[in-house]
Structure formats: C-alpha cells, structure tokens
C-alpha cells in the first residue's frame, strides 16, 4: 500500500493565481503609464516614474477591490505606497554607489596606496602621486578619535541607563543636541580653544580632538538604547547573588550588549570618517606622509579630495577626486561588513 507525502503549504505566499494576476497588473499599469505620460505630457525617467506609480497603485487598487473589497484594496494601497517609498529611498543610493565606482576605478593605481602628494600636483599624471598620507593621516585621527571617545561615550551611556543620577536629564539633553551641532562647530572649537592658545599648531591631534566631539554623541545615544534592551532580571539576578552594582554592569550587562556597543563604534566612525570641515580647520592638510599626530600637519582622505576637487581642473585631477570617493565609501562598506561579521558571530554563540 503506498502512501503519498503532503507538503505543509504557506498561505502567506500568493497562489499561482495571484501571481498571474500580479503579472497582469503590472501589464496593464505599464500600459496605463504610458498612456498618461502621452496625454498629461510628463517626459524623462522622473515623469514616466510618477506616471507607472500612478497607474499601478490604481490599477492594484481596483482589482483587489472586485476581488476581496474594501479591506483588500485598503492593504493593497498602503502596500503600494511603501514599496514605492522603498524605492525612492534605494535610488540615491544606488546612483551614487554606480556613479562613484564608474568614475572611481579609473583612477585606481598601485601606487594611489604607496605613494603620497608630497612630490606631485593634482594636476600631475594619474600614475603620480597617491593617497598614502591621506590614508595614514585618517587611520590615525579616526583611531586617536575612537580611543578619546570610547570611554566617555560608553560611561555617559552607563551613567544614563544604569546608575540614572539627578543629572541624567540635563546629560542626555546635551548629547541630544550635540548631535544635531554642525561639524565646523566642532573644529572651530577646538580651533579657537586649543590651537590658537595653547598649541598655536595644526596637527593630526587636534583633528582627532574635533572628530571625538562629533562621535560622542552619536556612540552615546546608540550605546544607550542597546544598554535599554538588557531586561532588568539580569541585574537583579547579579544583585541577588551578593555581586555589586558596578561588578554586574561589568560581568554581566556590558557582555551582554558586546555586539551592540561594536555597532555603536562603528557608527560612530562611520559618522566622522567622511568629515571635511573640522579636518580643514585644525589638522592642517599636509600632503607628505606624518605618523606623528602632535607635530606637523597631517592630511586624510576628505582633504585629499577637496583638494583635488579646488585646485585642480583637469582630467588627472577629476579622476584623482573620484577616485578618493572610492576610498573612502570602500572603507565604509569594510567597516559595516566587520560590524555585522561580528554582530552575527556573538549572536551565534
């Protein structure tokens, strides 16, 4: 006697008759389109794509309705609506990724990575020059940043979370708004409190100093709300067993948001990496290599290309511009690639 196996089935996935209907849909919207970028006189991408939003949000709207009702053709409009406003959102960002890879990887070299400017001009050939003092100078100013801002960001965000002082208000008030502070306020800071009294030099340090101020924030307020997702049982538990508040926090709240507080820093340099005008004001913009912070003017990636996007005007410069682009979104993409590596790894373990 044989027997015969049945599948489970999903009824959350549509039947193949819904996706012939879909199919249809779409047939008919795309023809509506165009009929309407004929009579209403809409031309160019932006046009035929308001015009296919148009007719398919109606087009789905109308068939749901005969086919369910009012409720169906309610949830195929708001739908509608959100995968349209999903796609918006991914357009500027796809432009920008193809147009910075089509116009960066010409520039491309070997010694773009062993090289610097201290010999050659932006205006000089493409095989001339590199962008090793700028990748040097922004390793060191984003790692001095991180180290002066990782135990501040991380004990504010303890202090508001854990230990929620009479000043807890008033500190997360200033990290709110000194999120919203524009970056050349943070380099004349430091401009005008350090350098100009104290120092009276431009260096790497004082970019690092102006870049910590930006990364604070955005580490503090990130570090807090993943210090909020620990349940409180986890604390009571370390208290019960005799343990001291500051002993939980560290032996059992802080490795349990590992992974949280590596994406908080990751944030955080994500946010300044990419900075110009703190960079411009204190660090000094060298075009020769400096591995000392405190001395010397030191360069980085965002000077490099402003500096071929002002000074130059020719061929070799606009390829040395884009080219820095490349660097520079490649060392972010790097960056959130480790983050999520490690994000999925603890969540493994």
């Known amino acids: 006697m044989s027997t015969t196996t049945i599948k489970p089935g999903r009824p959350w996935e549509p039947t193949a008759k819904e996706r012939s209907q879909k199919g249809l849909n779409l047939l008919i919207a795309v023809a509506l389109s165009l009929v309407l970028l004929f009579v209403t006189g809409l031309n160019g991408k932006l046009g035929w794509v308001a015009a296919f939003f148009f007719s398919y949000v109606s087009v ?11 409720p169906a053709a309610q949830d195929s409009l708001l739908t509608s609506i959100s995968r ?9 960002i796809v432009s920008i990724l193809a147009t910075v890879i089509s ?14 400017m201290s010999e050659a001009t932006v205006n000089s050939p493409i095989q001339e020059g590199g962008m090793l003092a700028a990748i040097v100078g922004t390793l060191i100013m984003v790692g001095l940043a991180l180290l002066f801002t990782l135990p501040i960001a991380i004990l504010t965000a303890l202090y508001l979370t854990e230990i929620k002082g009479k000043f807890a208000r008033p500190i997360r008030f ?6 919203g ?3 050349i306020v943070a380099g004349l800071f430091i401009l005008s409190s350090i350098v ?4 009276g030099e431009r260096s790497g340090l004082m970019g690092a100093l102006a870049l910590s101020i930006l990364m604070i924030p955005t580490v503090a307020r990130t570090a807090e709300e993943v210090l909020l997702l620990i349940p409180n049982d986890l604390r009571e538990a370390g208290l019960a067993l005799g343990a001291t508040q500051w002993r939980t926090v560290a032996m059992v709240v802080v490795p349990a948001v590992k992974s949280g507080l590596v994406t908080a820093i990751i944030l955080g340099i994500a946010r300044v990496i990419g900075e110009t005008a703190p960079i411009l004001l204190v660090s000094g913009g060298g075009d020769a290599t400096n591995f000392n912070p405190v001395s010397g003017p030191m360069g980085s990636i965002p000077f490099y290309v402003w500096n071929a996007f002002l000074l130059g005007g020719s061929e070799e410069s606009t390829q040395r511009t884009w080219a820095g682009l490349l660097v520079l979104l490649l060392w972010v993409l790097i960056l959130f690639t480790i983050a999520r590596y490690i994000s999925s790894r603890s969540q493994k373990r």
């Open 84 to 92: 349209f406003a999903i796609f918006l959102a991914i357009i500027p």
């Open 174 to 179: 200033l990290v709110q708004a000194m999120s």
């Open 181 to 183: 502070v524009p970056s």
């Open 196 to 199: 100009y009294p104290v120092t």
């Open 60 to 70: 789905s709207f109308i068939a749901e309705y005969r086919r369910a009702g009012k």
């Open 103 to 116: 116009k960066g990887w010409r520039g491309l070299h070997w010694g773009l990575f062993t090289q610097d």
